[in-house]
């Protein structure tokens, strides 16, 4: 098996959010899968392979962390499609069936990709007993993200608060089926970017996402909603960092961003 790491949400190698991708034939069983994902250890690993023409998609997709399957990646799903594009293996817009219904990734100039995927339903909700003390910090306000993400959405009152987070990852495990995605208003509106995140997902075996492109299928409509606009571009504030841009079309979010490929090898057990 060929597998690639690819850089997502990014034009630059050793930043934003890794992903191994793997184009197959087929899928193999369950238990390969996740052991290939184990042994590549970044945050989610892409398994693709591709569907006779004329149906709803073009390619199955399928995303798995170090210790689970997930019903939602955006980074690996980026990943996958700038891998399909730059190997020549599919041209023009791709359509990937997935556990989350058919998602799409459309080519765009200068080697960016928007990926169209469902809009996260946000329902506010109570904060849990210990949120504040696992975070280190006052939530403003609690969402749920419904089950295609599966993340407590809290914002907190800056963007210094959200960089100077060290929670207690072991309290947050217990808070929610996924993870937590905190969040703030940019410092400065007039900069390049319109709000900050960072991403806690110790429950499926990833203390901190670097680049999370499902976390902004919530983020996307919050702050389109507080700010009034539904194009913004969100920072978040990993070590790594990355980038993304973000367009609100009711049901749908738009998610851009670039991709590099950093190792092209073999796999050979």
Not at 243 to 249: D, F, G, L, N
């Amino acid at each position: 098996m060929r597998i690639r790491i690819v850089d997502a949400f990014t034009d630059r190698p050793f930043t934003g959010n890794p992903a191994g991708v793997l184009l197959l034939d087929d899928f193999p069983d369950d238990d390969r899968l996740q052991r290939i994902a184990r042994e590549v250890n970044h945050a989610e690993t892409a398994f693709a392979h591709r569907l006779p023409e004329g149906g709803d998609a073009d390619w199955a997709l399928r995303w798995f962390t170090p210790v689970t399957e997930v019903a939602m990646c955006g980074h690996a799903t980026l990943a996958t499609a700038h891998v399909l594009r730059t190997t020549g293996v599919h041209e023009g817009p791709v359509r990937f069936a997935t556990r989350s219904g058919v998602v799409a990734a459309l080519p765009g100039d200068e080697g960016m990709i928007t990926l169209d995927f469902p809009t996260a339903p946000l329902t506010p909700v109570a904060a849990p007993p210990g949120l504040t003390g696992a975070l280190g910090a006052e939530p403003l306000t609690v969402l749920d993200t419904g089950p295609g993400v599966g993340d407590l959405l809290v914002e907190v009152v800056d963007e210094r608060t959200v960089r100077a987070l060290a929670p207690d990852l072991r309290a947050l495990a217990v808070l929610s089926d996924r993870g937590v995605i905190v969040t703030a208003a940019a410092q400065d509106p007039s900069g390049d970017h319109d709000f900050v995140s960072r991403c806690f997902f110790p429950k499926v075996g990833i203390d901190e996402d670097p680049v999370t492109g499902s976390a902004h299928t919530a983020l996307a409509p919050y702050w389109s909603q507080r700010l009034r606009r539904p194009v913004l571009t969100g920072v978040q504030l990993s070590a790594r960092t990355g980038r993304v841009r973000t367009e609100v079309r009711g049901d749908r979010t738009l998610l851009g961003g670039h991709a590099v490929t950093v190792i092209d090898g073999e796999l050979l057990a």
